[in-house]
Structures are given as C-alpha cells and as structure tokens.
C-alpha cells in the first residue's frame, strides 16, 4: 500500500469547518493534498480504496486523518474502532478536530490511540492559531 507523503484526509461534514481547514493549510504556507470524507463510512471507502476512492494514484492513503466525531451514517468513534482494527493503517496519525469538548470523548478518544484531541474554535482565524503549530510541526520541520 502506496503511501504518499504528507497527504491529509478530513473527516468533516459541515462545508465551513472544510473551508476553514483549507484556510488554515493555505495561511501556514502548506500545499498540501487535502482530501474530504463527509462522514465515517465516506471515510471507510476512502482508507479501503472501494467505490469511488478506488484509484489509489488519484486517492492515496493519508499520513493524517483529521476526524470529526459528530458525523451521520458513522459517526467519528465508530470510524476509528474500525481503523484501529484494520491491519496497516496503524501508521496513519488521527487527530479529532471536534466541537465536543467533553471529558468522557476525550478519554474514549485516548483510548483508542488518538494524541491530539482539537476543540473547534467558534472563528476561523482561531482556528488557524491552533492548527498552525500542529500544521508546521508535522509538515514542514525546521
């Protein structure tokens, strides 16, 4: 399984927190491949390569996945159950990125391997601030 370098999926079903994400990569100076998923199963297929995602050249496997948890059909938890349980893709780096600030998510998501657990500012420059260090310090190291 291909990977290619520095490619990011988002996990995200509300186009303004896609937006916001794009805004983000572009004000950090990072020209990154960001690919969208609207929710968990969307995301299954992507990681499976099935469906329209079947072209792996087109859609390669993420080094980070940055996963809502409030999501139809699959929501965030239940996509990450099943990425922790599919064989090879233990390398891909989760981040929440989430409006949920609760304890008890926090702890479900540490328990399922996630080291970086973002609350959604209310603007998107805040958002911007909070990615940026994330952003530099993954994809483009001193």
Known sequence: ?????HTLLLVEDNPDDVFIMRYALEKA???LPLFVAEDGQDA???????????????FP??????LDLKLPRLDGFEFLAWLRQQ??????????????????????????????YLVKPPRAEMLRRTLDPLLQERFNPA
């Open 1 to 5: 399984m291909a990977r290619q370098s």
């Open 29 to 31: 100076g990072l020209d």
């Open 44 to 58: 299954v297929d992507y990681i499976e390569g099935t469906g329209r995602y079947s072209d792996r050249a087109q």
């Open 61 to 66: 496997l993420p080094t980070v996945i940055f």
């Open 87 to 116: 064989p090879g893709f233990d390398q891909i780096e989760v981040i929440i990125l989430t409006s949920s600030g609760e304890d008890r998510d926090q702890k479900r998501a540490r328990e399922l391997g996630v080291r970086h």
